[in-house]
Nanobody
Framework: HVQLVESGGGAVLTGGSLRLSCPAS?????MGWFRQSPGKEREGVAG????????YYADSVKDRFTISRDKAKNVVYLQMYSLIPEDTAMYYCAADLKRGGRWSTWTDFKYWGQGTQVTVS
């Protein structure tokens, strides 16, 4: 069983920055960050494929968020810049994408963290 624990959430003002962290799951071909706010579906924010470090982003966060992986520390990050109130949500780290799955489909991941809250005002 893989246990993921996100960290780095908090409350910031519009235009601020935060960096979320999640321990990388050994052997996971892809890890992703998702977010969910009350009354909305969980949406994919960013994904990183560990083979080659290919990255993908939702259009709503492209050019503002960066997903990366520190191989030495075995940690996946989500650096968030220029935050806006619409970014307010619970952010989740996901690991172990099933074969043929898509980084942006939350049901295609096997393991999840408990989430970390991001609030932008």
């Amino acid at each position: 069983h893989v246990q993921l624990v996100e960290s780095g959430g908090g409350a910031v003002l519009t235009g601020g920055s935060l960096r979320l962290s999640c321990p990388a799951s050994a052997g996971s071909a892809c890890m992703g960050w998702f977010r969910q706010s009350p009354g909305k579906e969980r949406e994919g924010v960013a994904g990183i494929y560990t083979g080659g470090d290919r990255t993908y982003y939702a259009d709503s966060v492209k050019d503002r968020f960066t997903i990366s992986r520190d191989k030495a520390k075995n940690v996946v990050y989500l650096q968030m810049y220029s935050l806006i109130p619409e970014d307010t949500a619970m952010y989740y780290c996901a690991a172990d994408l099933k074969r043929g799955g898509r980084w942006s489909t939350w049901t295609d991941f096997k393991y999840w963290g408990q989430g970390t809250q991001v609030t932008v005002s």
